[in-house]
T-cell receptor, first 114, second 115 residues
Framework: TQLLEQSPQFLSIQEGENLTVYCNSSSVFSSLQWYRQEPGEGPVLLVTVVTGGEVKKLKRLTFQFGDARKDSSLHITAAQPGDTGLYLCAGYQNSGAGSYQLTFGKGTKLSVIP | DTGVSQDPRHKITKRGQNVTFRCDPISEHNRLYWYRQTLGQGPEFLTYFQNEAQLEKSRLLSDRFSAERPKGSFSTLEIQRTEQGDSAMYLC?????????????FGPGTRLTVL
């Protein structure tokens, strides 16, 4: 069974600070998605990374996929209160067996204090 | 382009009752998924449809759970004889035919509370 571990589980920071959250696994993934979820809502897709070593930027958010495609990180520069939410990583393994399920981590709950 | 919609957004029921949720995927998305999310956890896969065919079911999907997608468009998830342990957020997601990396677009979810 694939397992994605996210750390830290909780993070509370002041507005303007930088932060990094991690998503680690012992399994190799064909692609890895990062989502942000607000209370009472569904996850919203932020980015997909597919190539080992890939770096993608989305405004103040920088996503990196590990060289071996087993881990990923999300770095936020100058965090703002609007960044508050649950950040989830989800891995997809294209095994050729026709399974399309995503395996999610438990998420990092981020609070940015004004 | 409207997103994935789910109905109802909230459902409170008594233990033993049956409930049914509906999901309308993004137009022309041929793959549709159901997930369940409990407090402090990430979403857990329940089942997956490609068009009208249910191709994969998780062991989490007990006999009391059934899902359909009769015309390959909207889907329903029914839970029979609900138990308190069924209380969770039920999420639906969809993927377009061209989704090579399995990017899934989620609806707002249905929050189920079983009393």
């Amino acid at each position: 069974t694939q397992l994605l571990e996210q750390s830290p589980q909780f993070l509370s920071i002041q507005e303007g600070e930088n932060l990094t959250v991690y998503c680690n696994s012992s399994s190799v993934f064909s692609s890895l998605q990062w989502y942000r979820q607000e209370p009472g809502e569904g996850p919203v897709l932020l980015v997909t990374v597919v190539t080992g070593g890939e770096v993608k930027k989305l405004k103040r958010l920088t996503f990196q996929f590990g060289d071996a495609r087993k881990d990923s990180s999300l770095h936020i520069t100058a965090a703002q209160p609007g960044d508050t939410g649950l950040y989830l990583c989800a891995g997809y393994q294209n095994s050729g067996a026709g399974s399309y399920q995503l395996t999610f981590g438990k998420g990092t709950k981020l609070s940015v204090i004004p | 382009d409207t997103g994935v919609s789910q109905d109802p957004r909230h459902k409170i029921t008594k233990r033993g009752q049956n409930v049914t949720f509906r999901c309308d995927p993004i137009s022309e998305h041929n793959r549709l998924y159901w997930y369940r999310q409990t407090l402090g956890q990430g979403p857990e896969f329940l089942t997956y449809f490609q068009n009208e065919a249910q191709l994969e079911k998780s062991r989490l999907l007990s006999d009391r759970f059934s899902a359909e997608r009769p015309k390959g468009s909207f889907s329903t998830l029914e839970i029979q004889r609900t138990e308190q342990g069924d209380s969770a957020m039920y999420l639906c997601a969809s993927t377009p035919p061209s989704g090579a990396y399995n990017e899934q677009f989620f609806g707002p979810g249905t929050r189920l509370t079983v009393l």
